[in-house]
């Protein structure tokens, strides 16, 4: 099958080679790899320049910090097969990744993932399940016209796409990650395949831009300097970004199911200037188990408090502080 791979790199030297072999070594190939890299200083552009002495199937573009989705985006839009497979700089991927993924796809099948088994900094399989790593408890399949508002339980690196798809996610927002922007486009205009066979070997390190202590703390350390209000104000803009988008994209949604998503859109929208949204929170009880995991009831009160109620713990934690 005509398949792209489009790989993100960023300072991954110590794992990017193995990564690359089990590129290699797939039982269906793939026509290219496209690598987009960000900026890397250890090393990582000198091993890439190897490669594509190696074989003509790699590609290197380069950019300069621009973060997770800008560095898959240069490298997705450059990419010509029918199909997209994404790949993280530090997993190893299961031989037959390409060929069961690509299986999957019928003629209106836009996304299609797999699961993946956590690994350590030795290849060995860390304890636990990737779903209480990343905190999600189902995967889901088939027609999804609400999960991915709220949640997502895709990781890009255990998805293929197809290349229509990515023509119509593009460009990727800042506020919200690409694969679950991807999820949102793909289960608005089809169902999405779930495979139950193991299709990654997730890395889990301190070097890694998920675990990497580093990156946790100046995260942690911005977080902090976030006023409660701000912190809303980010949420609501994403969930709103991702409901007009999901409402543009809406070709397998019936008339009910847009009427529902219009509704939550307008509600959202207008939580700014209250303290509490009740009619937002007895529209989120009605589909609370479509739209969330966990503890529903409390994530559908979460999501009904207003702008001003977040006003006003600034102003007592401010008060308080003095």
Not at 21 to 26: D, E, H, I, R, T
Not at 93 to 104: E, F, R, V
Not at 154 to 171: F, N, Q, T, Y
Request: overall charge positive; charged content about 25%; hydrophobic content about 35%.
């Amino acid at each position: 099958m005509n398949i792209s791979i489009a790989l993100a790199t960023h300072n991954g030297r110590p794992y990017l080679e193995k990564q690359l072999q089990s590129l290699l070594q797939q039982t269906c190939l793939p026509k290219e790899i496209i690598i987009s890299d960000d900026g890397s200083t250890d090393g990582t552009c000198e091993l890439l320049d190897k490669y594509c002495r190696k074989s003509k199937i790699f590609k290197v573009v380069h950019s300069e910090k621009q973060g997770i989705n800008k560095n898959f985006q240069n490298a997705v839009s450059i990419c010509s097969g029918e199909y997209v497979a994404f790949c993280d700089q530090d997993d190893i991927w299961a031989k037959d990744k390409l060929a069961l993924l690509s299986s999957q796809f019928s003629e209106k099948t836009l996304l299609a993932y797999g699961k993946s088994i956590l690994i350590g900094a030795d290849d060995q399989q860390l304890p636990g399940a990737v779903e209480e790593y990343v905190g999600f408890r189902n995967y889901r399949a088939g027609h999804l016209p609400f999960y991915f508002y709220f949640s997502n339980c895709i990781s890009g690196h255990a998805m293929m796409v197809r290349k229509d798809l990515i023509e119509r996610a593009l460009p990727f927002p800042t506020n919200c990650m690409y694969d679950q922007w991807l999820a949102l486009i793909a289960s608005a205009r089809s169902d999405i395949i779930h495979v139950p066979e193991a299709v990654t070997y997730h890395r889990i390190h301190d070097l890694n831009a998920i675990n990497n202590r580093e990156i946790n703390r100046a995260k942690k350390s911005r977080r902090r300097k976030l006023s409660k209000y701000q912190k809303y104000s980010n949420y609501r803009a994403k969930h709103l970004t991702l409901l007009q988008k999901g409402l543009a994209e809406s070709e397998t949604l019936s008339a009910s199911e847009y009427k529902y998503l219009s509704r939550l859109f307008y509600q959202i929208k207008g939580t700014k200037d209250r303290y509490f949204d009740i009619r937002l929170f007895f529209l989120l009880i009605q589909k609370r188990h479509l739209l969330f995991h966990g503890n529903l009831l409390r994530e559908c009160r979460n999501r009904a408090l207003g702008g001003r109620y977040y006003k006003f713990l600034d102003f007592f934690n401010f008060r308080k502080a003095l």
